[in-house]
């Protein structure tokens, strides 16, 4: 007989002498279509139409679940910061990748375009990073198509923060800052895999965040101009990576930054080319709506 | 699968969906309303058919608001109408709480309409038969919009539309008289509409008003009174003057 230790018992069946833990994990967040049949979903409250699939036979799934989540907790090996100041958004972050001791890569770019008016960090888990910031990019492309207006950051935030808290305590790491332009101006929002949600001016998230936070705070005034906030991410990123072993050791980052109305009125991409030189890209087509401000990213490198 | 019997709603072999025709029959039997768009107000007015006595009027509301900036009025079957008003009032909500965004009104009036539409295309239930108006305005924006709804799930926005009984020669009047009007003027015209249709009085029309600044006001039964007697007087003045010069000549 084996003794099943889970509380759970909406997951656990005794099928005689064996028991079977069936667990329906939520994919709604991976969907993006309306449910199949018309009526399904109104009529029977409890239908799901969501995939699911039976997880491995463990003695024990709450311990199986608290294992996978202790492998991750110490991986937001990283340095994140971004803040809010007169001109806009100034968002920054190292380049190193971390596999417990060893250094994976030193050129990671840690800087997501959710599109083009949106920013993401990321910390933690690399890959539910990336995944999940497309993901979110998807749905906000969808609002726009749907609602012909861009989603404000807010939205954007939220839809973010729901998703991750629907899948909160499987092990999902996500360290992130959402920052971007919309009809409120400059918004800024840290959002993690155990589900909250912050407003805030300024941010720093990852194992370095300690140091950056040092610089960053005795630094900062909302009244910087462009070149001084700037600087001051990046020296906030230095120091940051000079004390902390799991951030970019090689002086190599990436600063972007958006700005709000340009005068000129052109969109620019900008790019790292190796550890110190700065590319600006003209555009061909402005990336601007009749509401949004016109954009500009402009990278540095430590 | 087979707990609901097969579709209510089947296309017949010229293309038309019956139910949803019967539905907007259902639509055409029921009181009138009218809703018409100014630059700064929109104004929404219904029909009350003659009160019966014991009837504590005020707990019949047509007009309702769906949340603080948008309101509705429809025409057919009042138990639909609860139904999806209630639907729709919970949407509004949760669109504050996943975006937190007031909803706009084209936003509210496509999940109505979308609601419309999944009836008319699911096994065992019937269309709903009910037309709505839908007002309100944008957040953000001071723009006023009026979008009308009907049972097939179509939707579309208008400057001034009517539903519901005798629709046709209401709407006619006021593609006659439509201009753009503000404040007090929309509500005259929206009244002028109305009483096309209905006999004058303040107990047989029920108006509400709705601004950027105050929402939605239910005028009440003096307020319409003495509207529809400046309404009343502009006509007899209108008439005096038609005959007045036949006299000269």
């Given at each position: 007989m084996v003794y099943v230790t889970s509380q759970r018992k909406d997951i656990v069946r005794n099928e005689g002498f064996r028991t079977v833990i069936i667990m329906k994990i939520d994919f709604s967040g991976l969907e993006s279509t309306a449910?199949?049949?018309?009526?399904s979903s109104e009529m029977f409250d409890g239908f799901s139409t969501s995939p699911s699939f039976q997880i491995p036979d463990t003695t024990d799934f709450d311990d199986f679940q608290k294992e996978a989540i202790q492998m991750v907790k110490p991986a937001k090996g990283t340095t994140t910061l971004a803040f809010i100041f007169k001109e806009g958004v100034m968002v920054a972050a190292d380049s190193r990748a971390s596999m417990g001791g060893y250094i994976s890569s030193q050129s990671v770019k840690k800087i997501i375009e959710i599109n083009p008016y949106m920013l993401g960090t990321m910390a933690g888990g690399a890959a539910d990073c990336q995944f999940w910031h497309r993901n979110l990019g998807i749905k906000c492309r969808l609002h726009e198509l749907a609602n012909k207006r861009r989603i404000s950051v807010t939205g954007a935030s939220k839809l973010l923060a729901n998703i991750l808290y629907s899948y909160r305590g499987m092990g999902l790491s996500v360290g992130t800052m959402i920052a971007g332009w919309d009809e409120k101006g400059p918004g800024l929002y840290y959002v993690d895999s155990e589900g909250g949600r912050l407003k805030g001016t300024k941010f720093s998230v990852g194992s370095g965040s300690p140091y950056a936070y040092g610089v960053l705070d005795s630094g900062y005034r909302y009244d910087m101009t462009i070149e001084e906030a700037a600087e001051l991410a990046r020296r906030s990123i230095y120091h940051a990576t000079f004390r902390d072993g799991a951030s970019g050791g090689v002086a190599s980052g990436m600063l972007c930054f958006i700005m709000w109305d340009q005068p000129d009125g052109r969109s620019y991409l900008v790019m790292t080319l190796g550890n110190f030189t700065i590319c600006t890209i003209q555009l061909n087509q402005p990336l601007s709506s009749r509401r949004c401000p016109k954009l500009e990213f402009l990278c540095y490198s430590i | 699968m087979a707990r609901y019997d097969r579709a209510i709603t089947v296309f017949s072999p010229d293309g038309h969906l019956f139910q949803v025709e019967y539905a907007l029959e259902a639509v055409r039997k029921g009181n009138a309303a009218v809703g018409v768009r100014g630059t700064d107000t929109v104004v929404l007015g219904v029909e009350k058919k003659s009160t019966v006595k014991l009837q504590d009027s005020r707990s019949v509301r047509k007009i309702v608001n769906l949340d603080d900036h948008i309101a509705l009025a429809c025409a057919g079957l009042k138990a639909d109408a609860r139904v999806l008003i209630n639907k729709a009032r919970i949407e509004c909500q949760s669109h504050r709480l996943t975006v937190e965004d007031p909803v706009t009104v084209e936003y509210i009036t496509r999940y109505i309409a979308g609601l419309q539409q999944k009836y008319t295309q699911s096994g065992g239930v019937r269309p709903f038969g009910l037309s709505t108006l839908i007002v309100g305005f944008d957040p953000y924006t001071d723009v006023p919009s009026l979008y009308q709804t009907d049972p097939s799930g179509t939707f579309s926005a208008w400057k001034a539309n009517a539903t519901g009984r005798n629709s046709n020669s209401m709407r006619e009047f006021l593609e006659k008289n439509y201009k753009e009007t503000s404040g007090q003027e929309t509500i005259k015209l929206a009244i002028r509409a109305l009483l096309e249709v209905v006999e004058s009085g303040g107990k047989n029309i029920e108006v509400a008003v709705m601004t950027k600044e105050h929402g939605l006001r239910q005028l009440d039964e003096a307020e319409i009174d003495a509207v529809v007697a400046e309404i009343e007087a502009e006509k007899a003045a209108a008439e005096a003057a038609k005959k007045a010069p036949a006299r000269e000549s």
């Open positions: 449910p199949l049949c018309g009526a | -």
